[in-house]
């Protein structure tokens, strides 16, 4: 910024020398630095002298020519590079009449005039994610930067030069310089922000709006992420533990004792993780569905739902059960639960019993947030610890995937709609399909569900960006006098030439140069005289998982992936950090930080090599230089 004070002091018009150059960090052209202005008193001197200089061929007097690119730079996009890489853009424009010969308009606040800049994207008529149509910036359309309810969105200009309602209008600050015949004048100028490339490369056109900002989509992708995606993935998980239980680890043929205790480990995990998964499915039925929650615990009838689509729902919930068959065969899930917990009584068979309990014990939900201890039965009876529910109910288990809790097969009528299923990945397994189509029949429900309830936001993963990978973006300058009305109409001014925004590791930014200073004496004498000036407050939770780590060797580590008979799963305990008296207690641990960038660094050397067999980027990676005379043990 103070380069170009002093340009517009000393010379400004040189101000075209500085326009924007394609440059990657392999070369750019450095222009000199302008030079510093004179004390007041003296600039009007100067001033005669760089004219005098002009004149004489000492310097062009050509403004319009940047300097030539370096033969490194021709073949890159123009790009706008990050604050992080050391670079920073600004705009600039005069606001003049179109009468040659009058002076620079003045901006009245008064009158609510503003004199600003657009950031436009550019954007294809006719997008095609399958095949992204190559960057054409006279057929591709300016679309502006327009705030909503639901965040921004790139809504397209009737015409070009048009200002769009609503579209964010960035600030620029006047700047005064004069002329070498001594006319001031005035110069706009605005910074871009380049920092929020991320923003607007992931936001949304105004098109797909309606498809991925309604309050259904907001309810549904809620259900998707809460409730349907983490039964999904223990559904998932059990299979894999059978695989590991069954196979020890891919290999082998493990004895029948082994393979129960393993599936014995899996079965009370998926146990734990699917109590917090139905605590979710309850509160978002209760909130999203109360009048299919208050029937499922009224034990209404069916025909007394005013809507068939959550009558269809409310069925669908009464047959997500545990299925057994009847007569029940001798091993099932039934008699494994009867072996962990000495009896089946408190082993549910349908969803509904299971809400019911919710409901009749409000508390369940809060015991289960403020427990330190893992869902596990080792006491004597055999007891669950004190925080969690007194009942059983599976999602998903590793022996027997096909008995373990899951909703009925749904006959759609009508099938579902494209824009039903596009949040729903296919997946092969018939319990996956099964819970997407029971999300699509909430779905279905939401539509005549209560709408005064507030609706959870759409996070930023879900909304369809406009192009998340690349943009293309043109400024304009506006000039905006609304009280004039329709007498004289917004000015904007002609694009810019279209440029890309670089990412934070764009591989052509210039590099910020950053150096870490690791210890210089790192033996024993050295290290020992570092400071552990750096805390880390830890909880009992997190000081019993500290533990178990601990308590985990290299050669467990290996044990694992071994197939038969040399596999050995994991066992390091659990729990929170607890006293002698059982009183739970936390941890603050002291360390150096100079001692661990030796150890970050030497971790990162090895999955460095370790990642090598698959990436290849040794090669890329390092380059180190001599440093002549750097000793640890200087005198």
Known sequence: MQEFMNLLATDPQQLGRYRLLKETWRGFVKLADPTAPKELFARALQRLGVARSRGNGAVSATTDQPPAESTDTVSAALKLYQPAHQRFYLVTSCLVCQTPGLPDRKVDPGKQEQAGFVLRRLLPPNPNPQNPPTFDAATWQEHGWVGTPDGNIWQKADTADNFIVGEEILPM????????????????????????????????????????????????????????????????????????????????????????????TARIELQGQSYYVLVDFANYLRTYLKTVWDALINETPSSQLPDPSQTAVLDALRATAITIQSPPPTDNIATRWRAIAGDTETLLTNLVDVFQRFNSDPQIESRLDQTTDEFNFTSVPPTPPAGYPPFLFPLADPEFPEQAAQPPSIAFNPPPSPDETDELPPEPDLASTRLDQLAVLIARALVTADATVPQPAIPLAAKQPADALTGWFVIRCVYRRPACGPLHDDVVSVPTDPFQLAGFFDPDAPARPIRIGLPIDTSPAGLRKFD????????????????????????????????????????????????????SFGTICSLSIPIITICALIILILMVSLLDIIFHWVPFFLICFPFKGMSAKQS
């Open 173 to 264: 600050f006047a700047t005064n310089y004069s002329q070498d015949d001594g006319r001031k004048r005035r110069l706009f100028a605005g910074v871009v922000p380049v920092a929020k490339r991320e923003a607007y490369l992931a936001a949304s056109r105004s098109s797909s709006l309606a498809s991925s900002g309604t309050d259904i989509t907001s309810r549904k992708i809620l259900l998707l992420s809460k409730v349907i995606g983490p039964w999904k993935q223990l559904v998932d998980r059990a299979v894999k533990m059978n695989l590991a239980a069954t196979t020890s680890g891919g290999g082998g043929s493990p004895g029948p004792r082994d393979i129960q205790e393993a599936l014995h």
């Open 532 to 583: 552990k000036n750096t805390a880390f407050v830890i909880s009992d939770t997190l000081c019993g998982q500290i533990k178990r780590i601990q308590g985990i060797t290299f050669g467990d580590l290996v044990r694992t992936v071994l197939p038969f008979p040399l596999h050995k799963d994991l066992d390091a305990g659990g729990g929170a950090c607890k006293g002698a008296d059982g009183t």
